[in-house]
């Protein structure tokens, strides 16, 4: 599918989604989340999600998802040069919740794209809201001027 914020387009895939959404529900209800793996265009205006990279070390509840700040900086490495893919945001999902962005979601945002080891300056956002049995709604959001806008 593809979505939109201004003149800019994100594609990702159906299957790339569901794949989310199966490793996210065995954790259900606490919440879970990972890195979004995937490569602009040459104009920077179309993002092409592929992949995802769940995360290994982190704490999680029903209301809070936190990673461990280091990246894998290994397996990202790998992945671009193999692939020519890299980190371009986070997803997590908020069971029982919207797939809305909490101001803890927010200011978690603005610190990544703060971190110098990120070389990315609009980090994306990907939000799932589930429940014990489904995929219940999902937002893309770009973090822009210190505020997530959403990908409609
Ligand atoms: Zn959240």
């Known amino acids: 599918m593809t979505k939109h914020y201004k003149n800019l387009k994100l594609v990702v895939e159906d299957s790339l989604l569901e794949s989310i959404y199966q490793s996210s529900c065995v954790h259900y209800p606490k919440e879970y989340g990972g890195f979004l793996i995937g490569k602009y265009s040459n104009d920077f205006k179309t993002l092409y999600i592929e992949q995802s990279i769940t995360a290994e070390i982190f ?42 962005y909490s101001s803890t979601d927010l200011s978690a945002m603005i610190s990544i794209a703060r971190e110098k080891n990120v070389k990315i300056d609009n980090p994306i956002l990907l939000i799932l809201s589930i429940t014990s049995d489904s995929l219940k709604d999902f937002n893309f959001f770009i973090l822009n001027n210190e505020r997530l806008e959403l990908y409609e």
């Open 59 to 100: 704490k999680s509840s029903r209301v809070e998802f936190t990673r461990e700040s280091n990246y894998l900086k290994s397996e990202f490495e790998k992945l671009f040069i193999n692939k020519g893919l890299y980190y371009v945001g986070e997803w997590h999902t908020h069971p029982d919740g919207e797939a809305w």
